[in-house]
């Protein structure tokens, strides 16, 4: 009877395993420390529970430096739950559950049943996606999000509704709430229109409903700082981060390290946040225009930098971030991510160039390729490649279905032949 339950919705079994996994994690890293992009988002959702406002501190001017969708869900759970941070991972092994959702409907749309269920396993015990639970970034919420309005990109490729229109709207909106990097969607929406594989009309719907979502925080900063800022404060200083002299070709994003002997930097330091927005994008051209060759080069550079597997994870393992007791893990686990991602990345490739003929997959590359891009401008570190993974879990699980067939035939035959 057991049996059958389990086998009846191997869907459902999937995601509840999964669930479990990173419900593991979630205790499991509960001696973590708070350190690095954790700190901000931190800081920012506690003050705003306590109803200090959008601030690093009390009484302090309100900050943009980070979008807020991730730092309101903080908000929200430590209102309830009296700033709990094993609250916070609890909520987030909830979340990718739903990413590892997503994938399935992903692969589902574009390969049917058998590669679905291939994709939401793989997806759901991915190790980068169960370490993220464990740390409070805002990879978890970005992630489902993005990959939610993925889902309902392609939906509305196949089945023009316009509940679906508005459901990419909504969905991207809170994206790029929380993650700029998400507007390049909008670059795959055109092209889709483009190319008569997406109505003009749902095109408009989604991306119209995604700027009002935008508009009320996009207005607020405008209010606040007095300049066009969409998003968050920090990005031109990603920029300018990502075109220094000393930024190097290869790990572009360790070039932080010289930060504090930069006297350009420490300029910008002193500046309000408005202003030092404005003038860390105006140091990053003046860079650019002195130096096109070499930012041409780091171009490719940190686009390799982007792909590369995500050591983030690893290093926040033996930096502690899990909790000391699980230091010793970080050179396995590392080894394994390496492993798994590799293949991956390998079988998703020669599924895609398979596939190529179909529309879905080219617009899916597309967006693939407009999310790098920013990425590529500043500093292209590893793990900013996360919340592609679901597309790339998707189209890797066709080639992982015909492995694990090629696998199970072998095994049979030589079964067979051992016996006789």
């Known amino acids: 009877m057991q049996t059958c339950l389990l086998t009846k919705n191997p869907l459902r079994t999937i995601l509840l395993f999964s669930l479990c996994a990173h419900l593991a994690v979630a205790i499991l890293s509960r001696h973590g420390v708070i350190k690095d992009d954790s700190e901000s988002y931190v800081l920012i959702g506690t003050n705003l529970a306590q109803g200090h406002g959008y601030v690093f501190e009390p009484g302090a001017k309100p900050t943009a430096w980070r979008g807020p969708g991730y730092p309101v869900m903080l908000a929200g759970i430590f209102k309830l739950t009296h700033d709990s941070y094993e609250a916070v991972r609890f909520v987030q092994a909830f979340l990718w559950v739903g990413v590892a959702f997503c994938a399935w409907k992903i692969a589902l749309m574009l390969f049917g049943p058998e590669a679905a269920l291939v994709a939401a396993a793989i997806a759901g015990f991915y190790p980068e996606f169960l370490g993220f639970t464990g740390l409070l970034w805002s990879e978890s919420l970005f992630t489902v999000l993005f990959s939610a309005s993925l889902v309902c990109f392609i939906s509305l490729v196949h089945s023009p509704r316009t509940s679906a229109a508005v459901a990419l709207g909504m969905f991207l909106g809170a994206s790029i ?244």
């Open 177 to 420: 709430l929380t993650r700029s990097a998400a507007v390049t969607l909008v670059g795959a929406i055109v092209v889709a229109c483009v190319a008569g594989r997406l109505s003009r009309a749902h095109g408009a719907i989604a991306v119209l409903l995604a700027a009002l979502i935008v508009a009320p925080w996009t207005a607020r900063n405008f209010r606040d700082y007095g300049r066009f800022m969409p998003v968050e404060s920090n990005s031109t200083q990603n920029l300018f981060e990502g075109a220094r002299p000393y930024t190097p070709l290869i790990f572009g994003w360790r070039g932080n390290r010289y930060l504090h002997n930069d006297p350009e930097f420490e300029s910008l330091d002193r500046l309000p946040e408005g202003q030092r927005y404005g003038a860390a994008g105006k140091f990053a051209l003046q860079y650019i225009a002195r130096h096109p060759a070499r930012y041409t080069v780091m171009l490719f550079t940190k686009t390799i930098d982007f792909w590369l597997p995500d050591f983030f994870i690893c290093r926040n393992i033996a930096a502690g971030v899990f909790g000391a007791e699980f230091r010793p893990l970080w050179i396995p686990w590392e080894v394994f991510t390496i492993a798994v991602f590799l293949i991956i990345l390998a079988c998703a490739f020669l599924s895609a160039a398979r596939s190529w003929s179909q529309w879905d997959v080219r617009l899916l590359v597309c967006a693939i390729v407009l999310f790098t891009m920013p990425h590529a401008l500043t500093h292209g570190g590893s793990r900013y490649h996360v919340p592609l993974m679901p597309i790339l879990i998707a189209f890797a699980a066709p080639k992982l279905l015909e492995l694990l067939a090629y696998l199970r035939t072998r095994r049979s035959v030589n079964w067979v032949a051992d016996s006789a």
